[in-house]
């Protein structure tokens, strides 16, 4: 199998690399690797976030693993050479539409997380986000009022079969899990998310089993801080999938420590730690690689059909905390190659 490997910037590299170093141990040679350019290293070396040659490498893939993007030498250029574009891009051609974002409290992580221990422990969850649409992907651009004052604009709309397709991911995601299904909006406000509501509501049907709920956006982010155990499964547009997650991730005890995977209907996927690539701490060896880690977990479950070397590695993580290991985000001193070590050690 063909796995893309795209570093990026910041801690990128360095998370990726033990990534690999746990791959090559449990998967040895099932897996080849191409590396390719993307983000502010990419822009830098080709004059593109996102080369024509890096594009191919990931058509050609089966999955694709990914570090970060983001490099404060890039944050003036114009937006479609900002290093950003680099994972929209990617997201648009390969038409990777829905974001899996789970997040559980490790046990042994009860401490770090900013809830107290007891409402912490209930977190158990996955966020659906679509990813191939919403204000991220509509028109936008920079106008002129009647009266010359300067106006920002950023289009957000959904049609009825995105929404459909996002919604069935969602419902088959609580079917695998515990039969609930929470439907993220704003629809006392929004049109788009009137619409995402009806749809969702009229998919629901195909799905008997499962548990439908609605639930307005700043309703949901109070709840994920409040009862974070009352939710199951969460499907929600771009924008707000995006906040909710990150917020969930500090639930969970650090932004180091979520993975994710976007799929496209091949099952073909891009899997990338939620975090950014924090230049402020790069080359110093301070980044967690778990995120990374168990994203390369999430690539062998769903996208290379090793579903039993996932649970090796996600187990290995466990092990890991359990005996100990701590990077700074986690309030430990371990560097990123010592937290490798000892996931290497665990497995």
């Given amino acids: 199998m063909r796995v893309a490997l795209f570093p990026g910037d910041g801690i990128g590299p360095e998370v990726i690399a033990e990534a690999v170093r746990v791959l090559e141990v449990v998967c040895g040679d099932a897996i080849e690797y191409d590396i390719g350019l993307v983000g502010g290293t990419a822009y830098k070396q080709t004059g ?163 548990e439908l709920s609605h639930m307005y956006v700043d309703n949901a982010a109070m709840q994920l801080v409040r009862n974070p155990g009352q939710f199951d499964t969460i499907v929600t547009g771009n924008m707000f999938g995006d906040i909710l997650s990150d917020q969930a991730s500090m639930c969970a005890g650090s932004i180091g420590m979520l993975p994710s995977a976007t799929l496209n209907a091949s099952k073909q996927g891009l899997y990338e730690p939620i975090h950014g690539s924090a230049p402020d701490i790069a080359g110093t060896g301070k980044a967690n690689p778990l995120a990374t880690i168990l994203s390369a977990a999430m690539m062998l479950r769903y996208s290379l059909g090793m579903a039993a070397e996932a649970d090796r590695i996600e187990r290995a993580v466990a092990k890991a905390l359990e005996n100990g290991a701590r990077t700074a985000d986690l309030g430990g001193k371990l560097s990123t190659s010592q937290m490798g070590d000892a996931v290497l050690a665990a497995l």
């Fill in 48 to 210: 593109h976030p996102l080369p024509p040659e890096t594009l191919e490498v990931a058509r050609a893939a089966d999955a694709i693993l990914f570090g970060a993007v983001g490099d404060p030498d890039c944050d003036n250029l114009e937006r479609a050479l900002r290093p950003e574009q680099a994972i929209l891009g990617l997201r648009k051609h390969l038409e990777l539409f829905a974001n899996l974002r789970p997040a559980t409290l490790f046990k042994e992580l009860a401490d770090a997380s900013t809830l107290r221990p007891e409402v912490a422990a209930q977190i158990d969850l996955m966020i659906i986000r679509e990813s191939n649409g919403d204000v991220y992907f509509g028109e936008k651009g920079m106008r002129k009022t009647a009266t010359g004052r300067r106006e920002g604009y950023d289009i957000m709309s959904y049609n009825e079969d995105e929404v459909a397709r996002i919604a069935r991911v969602g419902f088959e995601t609580a079917r695998a899990r515990r039969g609930k299904l929470c439907s993220v909006d704003k629809a006392n406000v929004l049109e788009t998310s009137q619409l995402w509501r009806d749809v969702v509501i009229e998919i629901s049907a195909e799905f008997p089993d499962i």
